[in-house]
């Protein structure tokens, strides 16, 4: 396996050659650029698994070189650690909303710049990945449509057989018209692999309550054989028929009667993969199955497998998108909304609220002296205080309100359809909850606080999303000078 390949732009060659030395000791590869021009090549020549960028560089703004990478679709999902000798409270926010996905303070500590590069390189590789996952379930989506596109003309129950169609509806539309087919009173679809005891029913022509019913193999031995051989098994007389006769045996023990005349067992794949058997059964009063039928109806099934691998992967590539979309959309530290998907929430909300004359209340939480939780105790500390904040908010909200992390140890709240007394009565709330959180260190506990600043929607000069967060800006600044831990408006 390659190692990961960091690429550092820094001006100063000291810090060029302490962060080289640093992470190469850590087996990284690493590349140097020592301006904007000289980065901008070395992305262009190779594209690296992290960049660590320094925010004052010689030629070009740090801020708008990456707002240049995060806006190239070459380079979008690089991650880019920042780095300068400004405080975090003049960098962090501007960065983090260019699309910075770090920032560290110069100088370093090695140990802290290994343990964020580490997080950034694990969280670029779970997003390549499923990339990548979503990449091959579209280009077999593609290959299992085509397939099907040449296959639907082999039989005209397969005209019925859509890809917007889940694999359920699908072995339910090939249960019906196979058995329709045939005339046969009962069949089947049994979800199952070789080796299996138990099979699970997917669909049942005769009795559809029977989906998701388990069912004894050792009860079905054709069915346990065409699994085991992977072939299709006819049993054209069950009362005579020497495979069966076990079975027959303990029938008789116990007294059943089964009117049953024959049986086909047709095993199908997907993937590969053993994946379940069509049953097809006529009764005493009907004539025997035959090989012409075993004939037909496996060519039916078999190229329904085209289909049934397309519902899955169908299925699969939407959970994929569902995945990707989480993950574009949420802070991946305090799993509730970033930035980004904030403003896009709150345009809606504050469009709805204007459309139907409605109100909305915004909340800006800022933890009080959060930089000196991360110098005293660490940034893991720090990182944990973010996450039991925003679980609190999390946890006190309608399904209808918004919590996002604005940047740094920011969070908004949003709360629709909520009135300044109600906003206010939840700000204080929230305040009390996280005054009150003791937090374990090693060295014993501490305790954090909060300052609010709240914002209505719509007020006197407030007509944008930009100058609602401007209000409520300028409210948490109230709150902050007046002594913290407090709410203002």
Known sequence: MSRPRILIADDDPSVLDSMSWVLREQGYEVATAPG???????????????????????????????????GDERWRDIPVLMVSSQSPDDATERTLGLGAADYIKKPFKPRELIARVQAQLRLGAVLRSTRDAL????????????????????????????????????????????????????????????????GVIASAFDAPALRGTRVDLNAYPEIRIAL????????????????????????????????????IALPFTLDGAQAGVFVLRRMLHERSLTTDDVEFADAVIKAAVAAIQMAYTIETTKTENARLEVLARTDPLTQVLNRRALTTRLSAEMDRARRYDAVLTMLMLDLDHFKEVNDRYGHLVGDDVLRVVAGFLQSAIRSVDIVARYGGEEFVVVLPETLLPGGMVFAERALAQIARHPF???AGRFSITASVGVAVYPGDGIATVDELFARADEALYRAKSAGRNRVAV
């Open 135 to 198: 990449r091959n379930a579209e280009q077999k989506l593609v290959r299992a449509r085509e397939e099907v596109e040449s296959r639907r003309q082999l039989v005209d129950i397969l005209h019925e057989v859509t890809g917007e169609l889940s694999a359920d509806e699908i072995y339910h539309i090939l249960a019906g018209r196979v058995a329709r087919a045939l005339a046969l009173a009962r069949c089947s679809v049994i979800i199952a692999r070789t080796g299996d005891t138990h």
């Open 36 to 70: 904007g021009a000289q980065l901008m090549s070395e992305l262009a020549e190779r594209v690296p698994d992290l960049l660590v960028l320094d925010v004052v560089m010689p030629d070009h703004s740090g801020y708008d070189l990456l707002s240049r990478i995060k």
């Open 228 to 263: 085991e051989q992977g072939r299709p098994v006819l049993v054209e007389d069950l009362q005579s028929d020497a495979l069966v006769a076990d079975v027959r045996a303990e029938w008789l023990r116990r007294g059943i009667r089964v009117p049953v005349k024959s049986v």
């Open 440 to 442: 374990d260190i090693p």
